[in-house]
């Protein structure tokens, strides 16, 4: 049967794992054989006097201190709870087709049927095990198929089912008892691991001894087994793959290509749009479908992807699901989480928002905060002086709110004329350097409210840090686009590959960022005061930040 050569290397590979188990134990037991050895050389009066018992009562010892700290070390490896994916659980009554599709792909490849399915906001496709709750029966069911959430909005229905398939065929060896108990053995000293390394950082320095031999020893038996597992990985995925070339391999090949775009387009979608949409408390709640809306952008502007909008005539694989919103947003909001760390639920600060409200709730609201943000460093931040770090009432004064009061106590002028005068006189680096440090000392701030409210859960950075150049360009342009909406009849829109974008009389503009970086970089106004006019903008006029 296809899969077979594969999976009896695997579980050779499973078998020599569990010889490292098996040795470590009887390494543990030594001292114990010893101690009984010469027990009953001394009870037949075969080793006696008094150097003899000093050894006997010695081996004794060691073998007692030897048996505690391997059945600690052993119950701790038995109870450990390893990491589980964060993902939604999608059950039978939510999704029936979903997992009547699975079912009998299953049943094509001959192996057992996932336990469950899952949905994870990410590109990819595994299974993975469960551990039964504590003080439930031991058994070994079938693992959780878990699925990328992007793939089921993107990809038709027989496109899915070609790229699940070598996923689901590894089900047959995760059923094999010997392949079973390596994993969970090797899943055991992994989260062994995290605890001994919790334990040295949290627990007290008494314990911190005992949590180190715990590390150490588990540490020990993952280098023993470590070219096993690898090479019994190796053969369970080969055997999947040979096992699955029966099931729609052809059309795999062009689902391979889906994934490519998939993973493109989702990754434009949360570092653009969605991004943006968090740190202003805000979390799209249909990111699934906004991702159909990104792929389908990208294949209109990229030439290698032409002709992949037209599979959306084809049933969409979300059709599988009962109810792909409700789905959607719980994914969404989960995505929030891992991505930004946001809330578990929504509330006041932590709201969702549709891709309808998105320019006014979203885009609107990041301009004027971050023009207002500007304004107030102009305030405080004169020609020629440098800046004063975030929240310090130094030289400078305390720092301004609102529109802010100049240093020589003349009320500032939310105006983008002024905006321009500034940067063409000179002196960006200090409004970067203050804006900077404006914008780290806000975030940490959000950071530490959404710990607290979303628990120890670790987020998972979408971007490196902005310099503040990069902050000050973007704040430059939130100002320009405020004189573009109050005073030419502009608009915020949503670009799905670029984000917040500039509406003029129904058309995006994306020519704004040459004469802001201009400005900012070499001081020209020149090219942005060409813009401005040709858009009819008057920058003398005041604007709205709130």
């Known amino acids: 049967m296809a899969g077979e050569a594969g999976e009896a290397f695997a579980r050779a590979r499973a078998l020599a794992v569990l010889?490292?188990?098996?040795?470590?134990?009887?390494?543990?037991?030594?001292?114990?054989?010893?101690?009984?050895?010469?027990h009953v050389a001394a009870a037949t009066g075969r080793l006696s006097g008094g150097a003899w018992e000093g050894v006997r009562w010695g081996v004794t010892g060691a073998a007692l201190v030897v048996l505690a700290v391997t059945a600690a070390v052993a119950a701790v490896i038995a109870r450990a709870r390893p990491a589980v994916s964060p993902a939604v659980p999608v059950p039978e009554t939510a999704a029936p087709d979903l997992h009547r599709m699975v079912a009998d792909l299953a049943e094509t490849l001959q192996v057992p049927a996932p336990s469950g399915i899952e949905l994870t906001p990410d590109c990819?496709?595994?299974?993975?095990?469960?551990?039964?709750?504590?003080?439930?029966?031991?058994?070994?069911?079938?693992?959780?198929?878990?699925?990328?959430?992007?793939?089921?909005?993107?990809?038709?229905?027989?496109?899915?089912?070609?790229?699940?398939?070598?996923?689901?065929?590894?089900?047959?060896?995760?059923?094999?008892?010997?392949?079973?108990?390596?994993?969970?053995f090797v899943?055991?000293?992994?989260?062994?691991?995290?605890?001994?390394?919790?334990?040295?950082?949290?627990?007290?320095?008494?314990?911190?001894?005992?949590?180190?031999?715990?590390?150490?020893?588990?540490?020990?038996?993952?280098?023993?087994?470590?070219?096993?597992?690898?090479?019994?990985?190796?053969?369970?995925?080969?055997?999947?793959?040979?096992?699955?070339?029966?099931?729609?391999?052809?059309?795999?090949?062009?689902?391979?290509?889906?994934v490519g775009l998939a993973y493109a387009g989702w990754d434009r979608l949360l570092t653009r749009v969605a991004l943006p949409a968090w740190r202003m408390g805000r979390w799209p709640s249909r990111l699934d479908a906004g991702v159909v809306s990104a792929l389908t952008e990208l294949s209109r502007r990229d030439r290698l992807a032409d002709g992949f909008e037209t599979r959306l005539g084809e049933r969409p694989a979300c059709d599988l699901l009962e109810e792909p919103g409700?789905?959607?947003?719980?994914?969404?909001?989960?995505?929030?989480?891992?991505?930004?760390?946001?809330?578990?639920?929504?509330?006041?600060?932590?709201?969702?928002?549709?891709?309808?409200?998105?320019?006014?709730?979203?885009?609107?609201?990041?301009?004027?905060?971050?023009?207002?943000?500007?304004?107030r460093v102009l305030d405080e931040v004169r020609p020629g002086r440098r800046a004063a770090p975030a929240?310090?009432?130094?030289?400078?004064?305390?720092?301004?709110?609102?529109?802010?009061?100049?240093?020589?106590?003349?009320?500032?002028?939310?105006?983008?004329?002024?905006?321009i005068d500034r940067l063409a006189a000179g002196?960006?680096?200090?409004?970067?350097?203050?804006?900077?440090?404006?914008?780290?000392?806000?975030?940490?701030?959000?950071?530490?409210?959404?710990?607290?409210?979303?628990?120890?859960?670790?987020?998972?950075?979408?971007?490196?840090?902005?310099?503040?150049?990069?902050?000050?360009?973007?704040?430059?342009?939130?100002?320009?686009?405020?004189?573009?909406?109050?005073?030419?009849?502009?608009?915020a829109g949503l670009d799905w590959l670029d984000g917040p974008a500039l509406v003029v009389d129904g058309a995006r503009r994306g020519d704004l960022g040459w004469p802001v970086l201009r400005l900012v970089e070499n001081g020209d106004a020149a090219p942005l005061r060409a813009w401005l006019s040709a858009l009819g903008v008057r920058p003398e006029e005041s604007l709205r930040l709130n």
């Open 19 to 38: 010889r490292v188990r098996g040795a470590a134990l009887a390494a543990a037991l030594l001292p114990a054989a010893a101690a009984v050895l010469l």
């Open 427 to 491: 002196g960006s680096e200090e409004l970067a350097a203050r804006i900077g440090a404006l914008v780290a000392a806000d975030e940490t701030a959000g950071a530490a409210a959404a710990a607290g409210a979303a628990g120890a859960a670790p987020v998972y950075e979408l971007l490196p840090p902005r310099t503040g150049r990069e902050l000050l360009t973007e704040h430059v342009t939130a100002i320009v686009c405020c004189a573009a909406v109050d005073t030419a009849g502009a608009g």
């Open 391 to 419: 929240g310090a009432a130094s030289e400078y004064g305390p720092p301004a709110r609102g529109r802010g009061v100049l240093l020589d106590a003349e009320p500032g002028t939310a105006t983008l004329a002024r905006v």
């Open 124 to 184: 990819d496709s595994w299974l993975e095990d469960r551990r039964p709750a504590a003080g439930a029966v031991e058994r070994r069911p079938a693992p959780v198929l878990v699925i990328g959430s992007p793939f089921l909005w993107w990809m038709r229905v027989a496109e899915l089912r070609a790229l699940l398939a070598p996923v689901v065929a590894g089900t047959g060896a995760a059923a094999d008892p010997e392949i079973f108990a390596a994993r969970r």
């Open 326 to 375: 409700v789905v959607d947003e719980a994914v969404s909001l989960l995505a929030a989480r891992l991505f930004h760390g946001g809330a578990r639920c929504a509330g006041p600060d932590w709201a969702p928002v549709s891709w309808a409200r998105y320019p006014d709730e979203v885009v609107d609201r990041i301009w004027r905060a971050e023009a207002a943000r500007l304004i």
């Open 187 to 258: 899943r055991g000293l992994d989260a062994a691991v995290a605890v001994a390394e919790q334990g040295r950082r949290e627990r007290s320095l008494l314990l911190r001894p005992a949590y180190g031999v715990l590390g150490g020893s588990a540490r020990l038996l993952l280098r023993g087994c470590r070219a096993h597992v690898a090479e019994m990985e190796r053969g369970v995925a080969a055997g999947a793959s040979e096992r699955a070339q029966a099931v729609d391999y052809g059309l795999r090949i062009v689902a391979q290509e889906q």
